[in-house]
């Protein structure tokens, strides 16, 4: 196994018609690697909410905007009552203070099979596209994002960003997680007749509950 | 996967007497040129990003070693394996091996071209596994028994009254309506179907749309979510990914993925880009506990530097085969292998042979159409030029060809004989097709005049006209 590697790059080599690259030129590319160079962006109005509902509303995501993060059980459940689903969940661990009423269930783990209802944290939501960046972590099992059919995702308006790079930037700081999501609207497919559909492998609804509140 | 593009002639002849699939490629052309206009027309830098992607792609290819060895080191250091194959069956060996020390019985896959290219579900099949495709149009196309037609849309051939006779064949058991045929019936049925097979899945593969040398991650883009049920729910994922993949960071990725999108479906982001860096850390309740790399060359280090090296830099987004009037024509299939279109055109005859595949840099008219499209800017026309001059060279062309090149070239480098010649021609043509003033059929050239006619030539040759007027002056 060893041999094919060195095989291979030997022929890259080899058609690169050069040896070894020298350490001047090593240098370099790894300069260029640490300067990780922000290329041309697309621009994004100023308004980083509105145009991130807008994309968000365009790939067929719902949002809610709410004041206060005490209000993140009421715009669950009015979302649970919309969609006519019991009020039954599986979370993030990050929401574990939240005060839930009585007869709700709440689970924090990874999600299961029989799960309808999901609800987890973003790391960033990206203005540009309308997008979620979701972490996995053991407060973010990367299944919450997949298996149910509904997933509710909590998003602080401070972590609106208008860039995918900014992210990138952000992460440099801290371990890189074993799943990172980009996630642009409900799962879809066109594979039969080049029809849209919704709800593919994935989830059927995705629902985003933007809270604007300064200091949580 | 059967290797036909030798019959490309025939293929084409029976696509294109096909209804049900002249029907399918009418829709499917409209539905992807509309969008990418349109998502085009939204990225006013679009123009600019393309010339930073190829500047990218070539950055990247000219350091190619470099960067495989830094995202190798980096893909260790999370935890990951990275495996080398120079052959398809070596890139197979190594694919079944990681599933035997992982006591694997059931695999289920994400949409891969790559493991179409090395024919890994074959191999698996062989070695005793269940494979399941996960991708809708790939699991269409699975149970069909057929290869893909199209690069982002595998099923694009297929009429949702034949999805709906193979779902009712196949899926029996499950007692779904018999009579359903509307498409979120079939999806939905897919959805459960395959959700069972994801749940008891032991490995999970997916291709890899870049390699990101600085954080050892492999970025994949799917609608559908089918890719994430892969990497999330087994124990094992592994991802194949030909070298070529790799992009020396997240911001370079970030504007190849600007383009990859928009080219490809119209959407300025797919629903779901997932980066993938190592198995699970110890404290996370999900994903996979193995990570597996499987980089493929086959073929690759040997274009790199050649004069199809441009070839390298294709990002897989279709835009060439959408734009394409004979790809539109006669769809996928005809081509014979994994790759259609110009790009399967350029690709085919150097993974494959030229001569088993010298008809599909012929079926071209090299109007330029993909050239125009391609995100990469890969100058397609000119590489299926490229293959048309070694094809010449070495004598792979018929025989009456060369001949007749050869008579032309004779006259080309005479330039008096070869103004008295097409004189001559134009007056003895002119005069037998007086009549009519036109040919319904020419000794010859029969296949060009049975689909339309040949105008009868009308007085003199261009040049014999200017100089005329030259002297009249
Ligand atoms: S050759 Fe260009 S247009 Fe065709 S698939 Fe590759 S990147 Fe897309």
Redesign the interface.
Known sequence: MNSTRSTILNHIRQALKRNNLDNNTISNLEARLAAHTIHEQPTVAADLTTTFMEQLTQVAGTVEVIPRTTDIPFAILTFLQQQQLPPKIVATARLKAINWPPQWQVAYRAAQPADQVSVSYAFAGIAETGSLVLLSSSNSPTTLNFLPSNHIVILSQADLVAHLEVVWSRLRSQPLPCTLNIITGPSRTADIEQTLQVGAHGPKRLHVILNTQKQY | MKLTPAAFKSQAIIALKNDSLQR?LM??KS??IDKRQVAIAN???FA??RQ?AVE?KE?TL?????????FEKQVHE?GGQV????TPS?ACQ?IISICQAAQAQQIIKGKSMISEEIGLNNALEQAGFEVTE????EY?IQLAQESPSHII????H???EE?AQLFHQHHHHYHFNPQATA??D???Q??QV??DK??AADVGITGANFLI???G?TVMVT????G??T???PRVHIIVAS?EKVV?????A??L??LLARSA?G???????????????S?????PTEFHVV?V?NGR??????EFHDILRCIRCGACLNHCPVYGAVGGHAYGWVYPGPMGAVLTPLLLDLKTAIDLPNASTLCGRCEEVCPVQIPLPRLLRYHRIRAHQAKLSPVITRFTLQIWAFFARHVKLYQWFTALNIRLLGRLGQNKGRFRYLPFLGAWTASRDMPAPQGETFIALWKKRQRKQ
Not at chain 2, 62 to 70: G, K, N, Q, S, V
Not at chain 2, 301 to 306: D, K, N, P, V
């Open positions: 399918a829709r499917s539905h992807f990225l006013p830098i600019r990003l930073r990218i950055h000219a350091h190619l070693d470099f960067y495989l060895e830094y999370q495996h080398w194959a120079d070596s190594q996960t991708d809708l149009g269409i849309a595998p099923a694009v297929k009429t949702r999805v498409i979120p079939l999806v939905n897919a959805r395959l959700r994801f749940l040398a600085e954080t991650s609608n559908e979510g089918n994430d049920l990497r999330i729910l070298i020396p960071t997240l911001e370079d970030t504007t993925l600007r479906t959407q300025a982001m797919t629903a779901y880009t997932t980066l993938s860096t190592g198995p699970r850390r404290d996370d309740l999900d994903g980089l060359d280090s040997s274009i790199l530097g050649s």
